[in-house]
């Protein structure tokens, strides 16, 4: 970081809320280093991780590491079937999912009931191992990272590639849609004692889906506003509720939260979908354009321009 930059930039707005004097100002500077740090570093500890993982975790249903077509809702079938089809489109594609009250968020049926409630057992029998665990982020103290698990090859990559990419393709093109190339993965969960919400958010995805997996709640709907560069004051909320087995499939940088459950367990996936050649332009989360550094795996869905091809493991370090 430029820290001359920096202060030129920010000092400013910085002294509206409080930061006036040269130590203030050093204060936050160390601040903002040990944050950059901490993110640079999340990285490299997935990845110790997800190897601790690997040599110690075993897991209850091994079977379900590997996508299925057993595993997917018939009408999930059907729907990634016609986006498959010669001359499919975005109205020929809507005669299969019914609108909702939020804009351009779909929901339809994505996996079997057994699938969802094995996955669940699966995700328990790994909390009460032994193993590390990484939380999804900052938001979500109870959720689990599902490459950590070893859910990315066999599981998420093909279920990205091969169905939901398709049906994105023709409900965001705008948006990446049709070119997603990398993911990340994981579930959240809310009950009494632990997470009961989740605020007013973007995501860092192009495109979102989120699957309800059970158990069984009441209340805890979605809320989606407008897109994120919409002001406040002119957007209009409407709430989506959940329906176990099926998915939301939405626009990453449309603005949602997640309502209180008053009572039981809610566990969700979530696939936060990435386009590299959308984020390379303009990175979500701090729109500028991204200044880049290695990370590992998918990091943060960018890739290296000058390095063409290179596998998308390039992190954003300002955002
Ligand atoms: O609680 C949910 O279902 C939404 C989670 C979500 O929006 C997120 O993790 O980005
Ligand atoms: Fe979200």
């Known amino acids: 970081m430029d820290q001359e930059q920096f202060r030129t930039d920010y000092q ?56 299925q077509d057993s595993y ?58 032994q193993a590390p665990k990484g939380r999804p982020n900052t938001m979500n103290n109870y959720g689990i990272l599902l ?17 939901l ?13 049709h070119c997603l190339d990398s993911h990340k993965a994981f579930v959240v969960k809310y009950a009494m004692h632990e997470d009961l919400d989740l605020s ?30 919409v002001p406040l004051s002119e957007s209009e909320c409407a709430e989506t509720e959940h329906r176990v087995a099926e998915g939301l499939l939405h626009r990453g940088q449309q603005m949602h939260g997640a309502l209180r459950i008053s009572s039981g367990e809610r566990w969700n996936l979530i696939v936060w979908m990435r386009a590299s050649r959308v984020r390379n332009k303009l990175c979500p989360m701090c729109g500028n354009k991204p200044q880049l550094m290695e990370g590992r795996g998918f990091a943060d869905g960018f890739t290296d321009d000058a390095q063409t091809g290179a596998f998308p493991n390039m992190l954003c370090v300002l955002n």
Do not use: W
């Open 165 to 177: 990419q398709p049906v994105s393709a023709l409900l965001y093109p705008d948006c990446g849609g």
């Open 72 to 129: 997917l809702a018939p009408e999930f079938l059907k729907i990634v079937n016609y986006c498959r089809s010669d001359g499919a489109s975005e109205e020929g594609l809507l005669e299969f999912i019914s609108p909702l009250a939020a804009q351009r968020v779909y929901r339809f049926p994505v996996f079997s009931r057994k699938f969802c409630e094995e996955l669940i057992e699966e995700l328990e029998h790994f909390e009460q191992s």
């Open 200 to 229: 007013y958010h973007y995501d860092n995805a192009e495109v979102t889906l989120n699957v309800s997996l059970g158990k069984e709640f009441v209340e805890g709907n979605l809320y989606f506003g407008d897109m994120r560069h």
């Open 147 to 163: 490459n950590e698990l070893g859910f990315d090859e066999g599981f998420i990559t093909p279920l990205r590639e091969e169905y």
């Open 12 to 67: 400013e707005v910085l002294r509206t809320r409080g930061c006036s004097t040269d130590i203030h100002f050093k204060e936050l500077l160390k601040k903002i280093k040990t944050e950059v740090e901490r993110r640079q570093q999340l990285c490299v500890k997935s990845a110790e991780r997800a190897a601790l993982v690997k040599e110690a975790y075993k897991p209850l249903h091994k079977e379900l590491y590997f996508l």
